[in-house]
């Protein structure tokens, strides 16, 4: 027993090196060339964001593999031996929420201040609109946690007489089942509905935090969960389908690169305008929808710009990368199908195990169990990746989202492109999604996941939590995350082959 959970921790300290290097890898490959030797600060918040990210998906897997410790154990003492689940899990989603709510907010207000301040007049900004944050979310949360920080059990009260211990048990059968000849049925067995009573206790105050920030993680998780688990897939396969037939000749490339020059310069004047509108203090509502509108502009004259040099390769290799593009694109589609597949086995099981009761299988615990059997790590590795894959869904529902959304702020990750506030803002929305995802997959995983720490906080818990059980009781966030993803497997059906064009309308206060 010991060996195991010995074997167990030396696995648990070696994954958390190798997500901390890989995150570190991450950083450097997608950061802007802007941001090379600087803003080390927001570098190191984005490298511990995405790290607890990552371990807090791969906990559950390895609290499964912890439950397993227990399962042969001869003496109740014995499960003392196994990693302190809950302590670990209420750590882990304790500093989620500080970066979410507090860290990464600063150091978004810190990167993106007027950079013509000084630094110690950036700082105080950033850390008066944190210290503001800090105070409100306090006082709500203790205001909450005093009012109603409570769960409430239902639980039947049961009881029966004392007999004696009997010398035989020849006389019991289905139609005896009880010891005493007069009764036909056990006191306990026929306790009536009216047996039933609630049981009311305060949970804990981390508890509750990570409640609340489950459930607000829950509804962008619906959201952006509910469009991303469609339009990942379906926009790898559609990427194929408008993919670029041939190469073509110089005059075409010429005309197509003179129209996009064109373009650009519309929208450098665009950005000057909405510049100098800024410096004058005219940051209305037209000013922050005119920068949206820019901002998209520019987003779609970029992949406008790529998709024009793939047509048109250059240089000494050219047929090579013209090989590697359709190699690409290959690969999309294949990743598309992929994608299509396990999308809709998502789909398909929380349909059949959680929407429907009583389930109609198990389906994927099934799956995962199996896997088991095949090999140890097998299920584990299959489990992972299903919780991973719903993270990618809401990236990828939050990018096509922003794009077609007004209130919702484009933040793009592009490989060697990426902002340092970009990265700030994906990693805090993976953050607060991680802990929704880890809720929905205890949940949708139950049967394999069964008597985990986790199931205890996301399951027990947080499903008896005074004020908002009825949103989990009622499957309100499941509902929500197959109907947007039907209706955006709708829209990509009716419109996802077309391609969105730059319409380079701009309404300018000046």
């Known amino acids: 027993m010991g060996d195991f959970n010995l074997a167990l ?29 600087q803003a080390y600060f927001p570098k190191l918040v984005v490298v511990l964001g995405l790290s607890i990210a990552a371990i807090s998906i791969l906990m559950l897997p390895a609290d499964v593999a912890n439950r397993q410790a227990c399962r042969h154990a001869i003496y109740n003492g014995a499960c003392n031996l196994t990693l302190p689940m809950k302590t670990l899990w209420l750590a882990v989603y304790i500093a989620d929420a500080v970066l979410v709510f507090f860290i990464i907010p600063f150091a978004m207000f810190y990167y993106e201040g007027d950079q013509d301040k000084s630094v110690a007049k950036r700082l105080k900004s950033a850390l008066l609109w944190v210290v503001t944050s800090a105070i409100v979310c306090g006082l709500i949360l203790g205001i909450l946690y005093a009012l109603v920080g409570k769960v409430d059990f239902t639980v039947r009260h049961l009881s029966s007489s004392v007999r004696s211990f ?3 048990w020849t006389g019991l059968s289905s139609s005896q089942p009880c010891l005493t000849p007069l009764i036909r049925q056990c006191a306990a067995y026929t306790a009536s509905a009216a047996s039933e009573k609630t049981w009311t206790m305060r949970t804990t105050f981390p508890e509750y935090v990570v409640a609340l920030a489950t459930v607000v993680g829950s509804v962008l998780f619906a959201i952006f969960g509910g469009v991303g688990i469609a339009c990942l897939p379906l926009g ?8 670029p037939k041939a190469v073509i000749t110089r005059s075409q490339y010429i005309k197509e690169a003179t129209e996009l020059g064109k373009k650009a310069r519309e929208l450098k004047k665009a950005a000057e305008a909405l510049h100098q ?4 203090g005219n940051k209305g509502r037209k000013w922050r929808k005119n920068v949206k509108a820019v901002e998209k502009e ?3 004259l970029e992949d406008d710009t790529k998709a024009l040099e793939e047509m048109y390769p250059q240089g000494e290799k050219a047929e090579t990368a013209w090989a590697l593009t359709v190699l690409g694109y290959l690969g999309k589609l294949v990743l598309g199908i992929v994608g299509l597949i396990v999308s809709v086995a998502w789909v398909a099981h929380i349909v059949i195990y959680l929407l429907i009761d009583p ?9 995962f169990i199996k896997l088991d059997d095949v090999w140890g790590l097998l299920g584990t590795a299959a489990f992972a990746f299903f919780c991973f894959y719903l993270l990618l ?17 484009i933040h793009p990750m592009k490989w060697g492109g990426t902002l340092m506030n970009s990265f700030l803002f994906n990693v805090g929305l993976i953050l607060l999604c991680s802990m929704s ?7 949708a995983f139950g049967y394999y996941a069964q008597a985990t720490a986790a199931q205890e906080i996301f399951g027990h818990t947080l499903q008896s939590l005074r004020g908002i059980k009825y949103l989990y009781k009622y499957n309100v966030f499941q509902y929500a995350f197959v109907a947007l993803g039907v209706i955006t497997l709708f829209y990509y059906a009716a419109f996802g082959w077309k391609k969105r064009r730059p319409s380079g309308r701009f309404q300018l206060s000046g």
């Open 166 to 168: 009997p010398n035989s």
């Open 437 to 443: 995802v880890i809720q929905f997959c205890a949940t």
């Open 277 to 280: 509108e800024e410096r004058n």
């Open 298 to 300: 520019l987003l779609l």
């Open 236 to 243: 790898l396969i559609f990427a194929f389908i408008r993919r």
């Open 393 to 409: 869904a809401v990236i990828a529902g939050a990018m096509m989202l922003g794009l077609r959304l007004i209130f919702i702020t």
């Open 359 to 367: 389930p109609l299988s198990s389906f994927l615990n099934e799956v």
């Open 9 to 37: 921790v030396i696995v648990a300290v070696v994954v958390s090196a190798l997500v901390l290097l890989v995150s570190v890898y991450l950083l450097v490959n997608y950061q802007h060339p802007d941001d090379v030797n």
